[in-house]
C-alpha cells in the first residue's frame, strides 16, 4: 500500500529514526507495517557490540508498532507529514529477541478513538512468534 517513499510524505520521522519500511495492509480499523532489521541498523553498534549478540531495543520496537498504528489517524491525502505525539503506553511486553535479519511485522488495531486522541492495540511478530506487545496512546492535533 505505502512504500518507503510514501511514508515518508506521511510520517514526520527520517534516518535513523524511520522505523517503518513497508505499509502492507490497511483500513479504518487497523494497519500492517513492516520493518526489516539489518545488521546495519546504527543501534546494533551498541546494543549489544560483538562478541555479545545484536539486540534491538525494545523501546525501538515500541517506537515502530506506535509509527506503525500511525497511519490509523494520518491524512493519506496531505502531501506533508503529519505529526502525531505519544502519550501512552501500557501493557507492554515483550517475547522474544529481535536480531539482524528478522522482519518486524507490526498490526495496529483501534481500540479507541475520541476527538485528537487515538488508543490501539499492537503487536509485532517474527516469523509468526509474537516478539513484542503493547496499547499506544497517541493525539494527532486537528
Known sequence: MY?????????PHRYPFLLVDRIVEQNEEMVVGLKNVTVNEPFFQ????????????GVLILEAMTQTAAFLVLDGGKDTPSVGYLVGIDKAKFRRKVVPGD???ME??????????????VEATV????????????????
Open 46 to 57: 551498541g546494543h549489544f557490540p560483538p562478541p555479545m549478540e545484536a539486540v534491538m531495543p
Open 108 to 121: 495496529a488495531r483501534i481500540s479507541r478513538r475520541k476527538r485528537e486522541l487515538l488508543q490501539a492495540t
Open 103 to 105: 522482519q518486524l511485522r
Open 127 to 142: 516469523d509468526g512468534e509474537l516478539a513484542a506487545s503493547a496499547i499506544v496512546s497517541m493525539v494527532v492535533p486537528g
Open 3 to 11: 512504500d518507503i517513499e510514501a511514508i515518508r510524505k506521511r510520517l
